[in-house]
Each structure stands twice: as structure tokens, then as C-alpha cells.
């Protein structure tokens, strides 16, 4: 089993920043992609950025050039720093571990409210 424990959420001011925080722990060999999850309400949650364990990263269009994932393999911990954030940046984000194709692990998220 694998425990994904977020952190870093909060209440901010458009155009200020947050810098998120999921550390694993459990039984597991190596943590190959890592990703942030965003989720509001009535709506399926969606991929923000993700990072492969050789550094590889993905963002989603509307995050380009404000949020920044990195990872810290030798801490099994992956951060998300969001800068300039926006009102339409507030809801709940997840992070999420492949171990494989058949072992993907979710946290239970942490909360970003972005006041206009």
C-alpha cells in the first residue's frame, strides 16, 4: 500500500502564490509518474501538471507558465508551486502516484480558495 499525504492548500488573493506539497510513503519499489489533480464541485477532476521519475513534465494549458511541478525522488515527495493564481484556480487538489499500470494511488487532497 501506498499513502499519498498532501499539504500546502490554503485561502490566498488573486495573484498571490501557494506551494503544495504530497509525500508517499508505504511498500513500493520506485514511484514512476506523479501528478497534481485539480476538482471542484460537479465537475471530474483534472490534470494540472504531472512529472515522470526522469523529470518529464506535462501542464495543462491554463497553468502554462504560472504553476511549476518538481519532484524529490529521494524524498518520495512531489510539489506543485502555483504563482499568479486566480480566482478559477480554487477547488480541491489531489496528487496521484503510478507505481504501474495497475497501482495508482490517490491522496484525499488539500484545498485552494483563490479570493478575488
Known amino acids: 500500500q501506498v499513502q499519498l499525504v498532501e499539504s500546502g492548500g490554503g485561502l490566498v488573493q488573486a495573484g498571490g502564490s501557494l506551494r503544495l506539497s504530497c509525500a508517499a510513503s508505504?511498500?513500493?519499489?520506485?514511484?514512476?509518474?506523479m501528478g497534481w489533480y485539480h476538482q471542484t464541485p460537479g465537475k471530474e477532476r483534472e490534470l494540472v501538471a504531472d512529472?515522470?521519475?526522469?523529470?518529464?513534465?506535462t501542464y495543462t494549458e491554463s497553468v502554462k507558465g504560472r504553476f511549476t511541478i518538481s519532484r524529490d525522488n529521494a524524498k518520495n515527495t512531489v510539489y506543485l508551486q502555483m504563482n499568479s493564481l486566480k480566482p478559477e484556480d480554487t477547488g480541491v487538489y489531489l496528487c496521484r502516484a503510478v507505481i504501474s499500470p495497475w497501482s495508482v494511488y490517490w491522496g484525499q487532497g488539500t484545498q485552494v480558495t483563490v479570493s478575488s
Open positions: 512529472i515522470s521519475n526522469g523529470g518529464t513534465t
Open positions: 508505504g511498500r513500493f519499489s520506485r514511484l514512476n509518474v
